[in-house]
DNA sequence: CACGCATTAGACAGACCGGTCTAAATAATG
DNA sequence: CATTATTTAGACCGGTCTGTCTAATGCGTG
């Protein structure tokens, strides 16, 4: 929730006070948050952000712009917070291959919280417009799934780090597809963990590596 | 009342049985088929569908009673067809191991058509009323799709069929949201292919294969 | 205080939504 | 042919949607 970019044109020198309640952006970025993520970005509308944010709709349009806008900074918003929550799972680790299951127990811990309702990019860019701001959002969040699969994956020495990363990444698609559409089931996490475990065991078994490039 | 099982999203529109056109039944599920598939239920109005269909509103609503029943026809037509296509792209095997792997590269030719854009049932149930026909429909397609890799695999002699199934099962999620967000990417195929042949590898070549009879 | 500016509540616009209903036209059936 | 049932086009309903605009209200700063 910290995209909140503080470029204000008025440069005041006034000394920021911490305590003043939240402003409209960042309250209608959570009331964004809590709605479109619980109920959909098509069935929830204007107003009823608005009223959980408790702020006018004038302020909507002219902190945002258009509905569009505002689903984007929430799906901002999102990306930043799954890019610190996976960043801080993975950094307790040394080993590369410990990094890459701890991605999946963070998302298997993910899994289990009682407002979990699956991937935010996937539900938003459904029925999203081709090639506006929701799809493009979509997009750099899944190029950096991706980019993160892919450099752990070399970190640990696979001949393939790309072939490896697309496998854990469609891993990755499916327990998050699957948490959501069987309705929060548990017996998700230990498939997926068994899976991660082959898929890196069969790209990095060394016995009868085959070395690519020198 | 059968459902209307020969509505097959690709079949070519001669008239096999009779000379006279399509029923107003067969014509909006056909409508409903492309339009609600392509742009997805929530954005597709009635209006566009009856529009399609060259049907009446009057005969849209005496024959299915509501838009969400027509969505769940929609959606049960969907489930015939895939039903269909998997039947017969596993027939063509005898070995249960062969058996699961034409599953994913039935799955790779349907990414590749044009017209795909991902799973109807995981589109169609992203902002469903919880508990209605649609997500019902969802369930049923989900079991009928677990309950064929739990099968294969334990035509395959896995010790935990049940662990393979769903393992298998998360691939083919991963796989098919994959192919719908990253815009019909090839690059998907492969990596799937890969990913089942490891997680069958893992799960049937051990120490000491224990066969399951049959 | 006075000014400027952001914010407020809410009316309003224009479009679309799912769904109902009427009345004419058509098809099926005795 | 006459009767009945279905289908048709489209008006119509109440409601909701995104987005604009007005006018009053705060509220910090010179």
Redesign the interface.
């Known amino acids: 929730m910290a995209a909140a970019s503080e470029a204000s044109p008025t440069a005041s020198t006034t000394p920021a006070q911490h305590e003043h309640r939240a402003s409209a952006r960042e309250r209608l970025l959570a009331a964004a948050n809590e709605l479109f993520y619980a109920?959909?970005v098509?069935?929830v509308g204007i107003d009823r952000i608005i009223e959980r944010a408790g702020v006018a709709k004038g302020s909507l349009y002219n902190t945002f712009g258009s509905k569009e806008e505002l689903v984007a900074a929430y799906l901002a918003s999102r990306h930043d917070g799954t890019s610190d929550r996976l960043t801080k799972a993975i950094e307790r680790f040394d080993d590369p291959r410990q990094k890459i299951l701890a991605i999946f127990d963070a998302q298997a811990q993910l899994f289990r919280q009682p407002d979990f309702n699956?991937c935010a990019?996937?539900?938003a860019?459904?029925?999203a417009r081709p090639g506006g701001l929701i799809e493009n959002a979509?997009d750099r969040f899944?190029a950096w799934i991706r980019a993160m699969f892919t450099d752990l994956a070399e970190q640990a020495g696979a001949p393939d780090p790309v072939?490896l990363g697309?496998?854990l990444?469609?891993?990755?698609?499916?327990?998050g597809?699957?948490a959501r559409?069987?309705h929060g089931d548990p017996?998700?996490a230990?498939?997926?963990r068994?899976?991660a475990e082959?898929?890196l065991?069969?790209?990095l078994t060394r016995s009868h590596q085959i070395l690519a490039g020198g």
Request: charged share 20%; no cysteine.
């Open positions: 109920e959909g098509q069935t699956g990019f996937t539900a860019s459904t029925e979509a899944r072939g697309r496998q990444h469609l891993l990755y698609d499916g327990a597809l699957a559409m069987d017996g998700i230990q498939p997926t068994d899976a082959a898929l065991d069969a790209a």
